[in-house]
């Protein structure tokens, strides 16, 4: 229904009705409000990963205040924002693009772009969207406004077979970097032309980088290495970018334990000088000196840590792991590095996100089909949304730090 | 040709048309437009000092997009932002509160709370705005939506008199922290219950706090003394707070200089592990290790500085200069802690403000009446803004910050 009317609007103008206008009489699926005069900067999304869905939520009402249907396959979805907090863009697993104007919570644009992809970025001057693809590897850049394709990518490998694409971040001037799992390197697109994007790669940076973060302050790029012990550290702010190898024997140990979910390295928590990791098959977090990168210790916790992800003002961290223990949440307090806190917040919890200042965290509980809201001070429940089979969880503060 | 389009496209759908394109049918000036659609996390606002006016700005296009009158004197103004970036807060010195509504680009309510009044904080919840003045010395809470007076904190000295009030910034759990000019403490209110706040007070900090900062994790409180050498600086980690004096001698030198404007202590950058602070009357900034709060290096510069702000990710850090030479700004690249650009952006810069991931950075030049705009990495003019005597510059993205 929705769909069906903005298929029509944009046939008519294909270039200008993505990313601007929505059909003036229609609503999401579920009563969705006709859009009103509102701001934008607490809002967010949940991804129902079961049914294609966002549930649109208000951080400040901690409330669901809209759904938004027909985004295909989220079952590893990510977002980000544009610049004006006022558009999601949705990465779904099946290759899907799909532009979501929060306001008034219609599907604006999509275009399937690849055939499997994990996940996408945003430049700090809100005009390009970049997604990785795994099917066939690659990087695509599209115009933010219209999803235009201005640049497609494709990774190879030294044998000219197509590389998958993981561990995207923007950085400074509309540059994108980005590691070849299947390459064993690290490249930096600079899409400044984004018609014609110049590529710089970064070879022999160790094997198989399965994922990667930008600390928080955009200096440091870092993946972790599938195919064998250790992490490749690039400084962005060295010239040229040269890749180093950090934390051998990362997380291992002596007696490596069977490893049930790779952790998120976007979950790292970079906080007060040390790095909070989570440990590889092991019921650990791992400290690491920021200033060496070398471990400092190691923090015992209830299971295999998957998101280790700090509040905002680095105080707290908080972890949660892979099945058999993805009931629970620990929280550890930073100065004196100890969990001060086990939280059971429902079953199967898959992704947690801190409102901007922190007050509060927002869990999601996908096999009680909840999401689960705390006061980060008092460890008290603030509300409950009833989500079905939530996963990520996106608020639009996003839109204004680096390396998302 | 696509913007023709797209206007009669949206002609039809008049709520929805922003966002994309400037309204077909406004804007700026004191006619305010009708209110459309649009995110407000690219939003922002300049006093206009002379006029008690703002003009309303958008930092994705780099335009002024409207403009609000009278406010009041706002020779010494400053804004917080509601969390949902619809909202400026304007601290007026002549004890007016403004709230604006940035989406309708009207006043949507006024009260005069004091005699003489030098700033405000909002509570990370978003439900309470806190003024401080000077005349009559204390601190006000209000209800953010309504304005409504929820409490009048009187601050005294020790003989019964009333104190000015310096240095209010935001603590988690609606708690805000002041410092008392005249009665040499710092005050930590606790407004959970807004209508009966508790206020502990720390005494004996220091001779005359005359401003303060929160560092940018909220673990820090700093008030510089007017009245001695140093500094007093709380930890907020630590229960109870405890006060400690850091730096003695700061920034003064052997000779100290005429003073001709006191630096503005929200300006100090921390960025890496180390403050940039402005030196009081000496041509320097200072450069002190914020794991020890020791001096550690000095670096020369064009004038005595008033605001040293670092670039969100820490890599540059710009100063502005007191009379006689603020026509400049200095770049400071922070990895080789040197100056490495002089730039002169106007007569008369009073203030920078970045936007939220660096790439840009907004300097007012008073006296040429006019809002000059650099691209941070190339150091080069993106924009120029004709604007009345313009003095601070806030964007919405304060809204998510803590100590603001």
């Given at each position: 229904m929705k769909r069906r009317a903005l298929l029509s609007l944009t046939a008519s103008a294909p270039l200008i009705a993505?990313?601007?206008?929505a059909p003036s009489s229609t609503t999401s699926t579920s009563a969705a409000?006709?859009?009103?005069?509102?701001g934008t900067g607490d809002l967010g999304v949940v991804i129902e990963r079961a049914k294609g869905a966002l549930t649109l939520i208000n951080t400040s009402r901690r409330e669901a205040v809209g759904r938004v249907t027909g985004l295909g396959d989220?079952?590893?979805?990510?977002?980000?924002?544009?610049?004006?907090?006022?558009?999601?863009?949705?990465?779904?697993?099946?290759?899907?693009?799909?532009?979501v104007d929060l306001l008034t919570q219609h599907i604006t644009g999509r275009v399937m772009q690849a055939g499997n992809s994990i996940g996408g970025a945003i430049s700090a001057d809100g005009s390009l969207v970049v997604a990785q693809n795994y099917t066939p590897g690659g990087v695509k850049v599209f115009d933010a406004a219209t999803l235009e394709l201005l640049a497609d990518l494709p990774a190879h490998t030294a044998s000219g077979e197509r590389s998958r694409v993981v561990g995207l971040a923007d950085l400074p001037q509309r540059r994108f970097i980005y590691s070849l799992f299947d390459a064993n390197a690290i490249c930096i697109a600079d899409c400044s032309n984004p018609r014609k994007p110049q590529v710089t790669t970064i070879p022999n940076i160790g094997r198989q980088p399965y994922d990667a973060l930008v600390s928080p302050n955009g200096r440091h790029y870092i993946a972790g290495l599938f195919g064998e012990d250790g992490l490749a550290m690039v400084d962005l702010w060295d010239n040229p970018p040269r890749v180093r190898r950090?934390?051998?024997?990362?997380g291992r140990g002596q007696q490596p334990l069977p490893v049930y979910k790779m952790p998120h390295l976007r979950g790292w928590a970079i906080a007060g000088g040390h790095a909070y990791l989570p440990a590889?098959?092991?019921?650990?977090?791992?400290?690491?000196?920021?200033?060496?990168?070398?471990?400092?210790?190691?923090?015992?916790?209830?299971?295999?840590p998957v998101f280790v992800m700090a509040r905002p003002d680095g105080r707290q961290v908080w972890v949660n792991f892979s099945v058999p223990d993805y009931n629970r949440v620990q929280v550890i307090d930073t100065p004196s590095q100890r969990v001060v806190q086990t939280l059971?917040?429902?079953?199967?919890?898959?992704?947690m996100e801190f409102t901007p200042r922190g007050e509060s965290v927002w869990i999601s509980c996908r096999d009680d089909n909840?999401?689960?809201?705390?006061?980060?001070?008092?460890?008290?429940?603030?509300?409950?949304?009833?989500?079905?089979?939530?996963?990520?969880?996106?608020?639009?503060?996003?839109?204004?730090?680096?390396?998302?």
């Open positions: 993505t990313g601007c206008a409000p006709a859009a009103t005069l509102q989220l079952s590893h979805a990510s977002v980000v924002f544009s610049r004006d907090e006022r558009f999601a863009y949705v990465f779904g697993r099946d290759g899907g693009l799909t532009q950090i934390l051998a024997g990362y590889i098959g092991r019921h650990e977090v791992l400290v690491v000196d920021t200033a060496t990168w070398a471990e400092v210790g190691r923090i015992p916790v209830a299971g295999q059971e917040p429902g079953k199967a919890v898959l992704h909840r999401v689960q809201v705390y006061d980060t001070h008092t460890l008290q429940s603030q509300a409950r949304l009833d989500v079905d089979a939530p996963s990520g969880i996106f608020f639009t503060a996003r839109a204004q730090r680096m390396g998302f």
